[in-house]
């Protein structure tokens, strides 16, 4: 009898504590945990401004990050923001948040002028236009986000832009920049001056490139979506004429992307190369002979395709570009595939069977040649999500969960970047930014509200 007795507490113990582990390890658990960690101290993302920075703001957070306006890091920020402010923010809440989301804009605005350059990011004691006249138009400036930003802001308050108005012709003037300095007429593409502060830093399509030579897709599947704010700030604003110029030429460069971009055989959206010499006429003596060279038959196309598997290729789901046949064979060709980009932790920010492929610590630059990022993981499954992949949305989501959960369960912070088999951590400890977006795909999973970007 002793024996059984013995026997049966031991299969209870078993059970409780398979039942206990299975509960630990749930979803539900760890968004509790995302929760519990976000909500308490989201605030400390707003600053009062100050010096150059003259309007209040919201920084991403980490020591790294204290007191500084940066660029896409606030848009996103500030999306992360709205879903804690759905969650459990009272209306007192949300309007004191306002003066803190239009100064992310206002802030960069503020150092517009005619020549439609705007910094990438704003430090207290800095001078964020001490850049020489005859640089402005051959240097990376602000990323084409803003007008989203701006947009998302309006969108969030009802629809009134009149905040922007006195300042909407230096984003006019932003945007105009990029069309008129930072875009290839040959194939209608934007491209990066050159590889510094591009956002997904050591992305090898443009990392020690030569200048001027890459069409990123990253870079184009943004711009596409800020010149569709632009047509939407633009109607808010009665300004109809300038929307309608805004909506052509986001219908020029989907076309442009489309041509240039898409690879038919692989299946995918790639970055492609601008660096080609001018056709022309000149002569060559080399041959012991003058004659024009290669006049029988010059090249006959404008740029020539990257073949480098990177995940800004799925911003191409995330911007609206893709067809519903593009997205499938991104979807199940790239996606799906563990041997590239599929990992135990999300999306692997460069395709593992890339030569390139390392998960080496950096800060200077980042780490974007196959390391996890949270923001990377999010656009991604927005995309799928998007396109109607909700499996395969709800799989990305379940895991950035338990990444970002299991993270502040053993270090009690997140980081910038992880390991994409094993979710260990491998930089930059209390890196929050965007990494809050998991509260958005954590709405999703639960069913609830989700605040979505522009």
């Given at each position: 009898m002793k024996k059984k007795i013995q026997i049966l507490l031991l299969l209870v113990t078993f059970c409780s504590s398979a039942l206990y582990s299975q509960k630990s390890d749930s979803l539900s658990h760890y968004i509790s945990t995302i929760k519990t960690n976000i909500y308490k101290d989201y605030k400390k993302m707003y600053r009062k401004g100050g010096g150059s920075l003259t309007y209040p703001f919201l920084t991403p957070g980490s020591n790294q990050y204290d007191n500084v306006l940066w660029d896409w890091d606030s848009w996103l920020s500030n999306i992360a923001l709205r879903q804690i402010l759905t969650d459990i923010g009272s209306e007192k809440d949300k309007k004191e948040a306002i003066q803190y989301e239009q100064g992310c804009v206002l802030n960069f605005l503020h150092y517009g002028d005619w020549d439609g350059y705007l910094p990438i990011v704003i430090w207290e004691d800095s001078k964020p236009r001490d850049i020489r006249p005859e640089n402005i138009y051959n240097v990376n400036m602000h990323k084409p986000v803003l007008a989203q930003h701006a947009a998302f802001i309006t969108q969030t308050n009802g629809g009134n832009a009149e905040w922007i108005r006195e300042k909407f012709f230096h984003l006019q003037a932003f945007v105009n920049n990029y069309k008129s300095h930072h875009r290839n007429k040959a194939t209608g593409l934007y491209y990066w001056q050159n590889d510094v502060a591009i956002g997904v830093d050591n992305d090898p399509a443009t990392f020690f490139r030569p200048e001027k030579s890459s069409a990123s897709i990253y870079l184009n599947c943004l711009m596409y979506k800020e010149l569709l704010a632009m047509v939407y700030l633009s109607g808010q604003l009665n300004q109809s004429a300038i929307g309608e110029e805004f909506a052509n030429d986001a219908k020029e460069l989907k076309a442009a992307i489309q041509k240039n971009c898409w690879d038919e055989r692989d299946g995918f959206f790639y970055s492609v190369d601008l660096n080609l010499r001018p056709v022309d006429n000149h002569t060559d003596n080399t041959l012991g002979k003058s004659f024009v060279?290669?006049?029988?038959?010059?090249?006959?196309?404008?740029?020539?395709?990257?073949?480098?598997?990177?995940?800004?290729?799925?911003?191409?789901?995330?911007?609206?570009?893709?067809?519903?046949?593009?997205?499938?064979?991104?979807?199940?060709?790239?996606?799906?595939?563990?041997?590239?980009?599929?990992?135990?932790?999300?999306?692997?920010?460069?395709?593992?069977?890339?030569?390139?492929?390392?998960?080496?610590?950096?800060?200077?630059?980042?780490?974007?040649?196959?390391?996890?990022w949270g923001i990377s993981n999010y656009m991604v499954f927005k995309g799928l999500a998007k396109y109607g992949y909700t499996a395969e949305a709800k799989e990305l989501a379940s895991k950035t969960v338990r990444l970002f959960g299991k993270d502040f369960e053993k270090n009690g912070a997140l980081?910038?970047?992880?390991?994409?088999?094993?979710?260990?951590p491998l930089l930059n400890k209390g890196f929050q930014n965007w990494n809050y977006l998991v509260l958005n795909m954590s709405a999703w999973l639960e069913g609830k509200k989700v605040v979505e970007e522009f």
């Open positions: 060279i290669h006049s029988g038959y010059p090249r006959d196309y404008d740029c020539l395709i990257q073949r480098i598997e990177s995940w800004s290729s799925f911003l191409a789901l995330w911007a609206g570009i893709a067809t519903p046949e593009q997205a499938e064979r991104i979807v199940k060709e790239h996606y799906s595939n563990p041997k590239t980009f599929n990992s135990a932790s999300g999306v692997r920010t460069l395709s593992k069977m890339e030569k390139m492929y390392s998960l080496r610590a950096s800060a200077n630059p980042s780490n974007w040649r196959g390391p996890i980081h910038e970047y992880y390991d994409p088999e094993t979710g260990e």
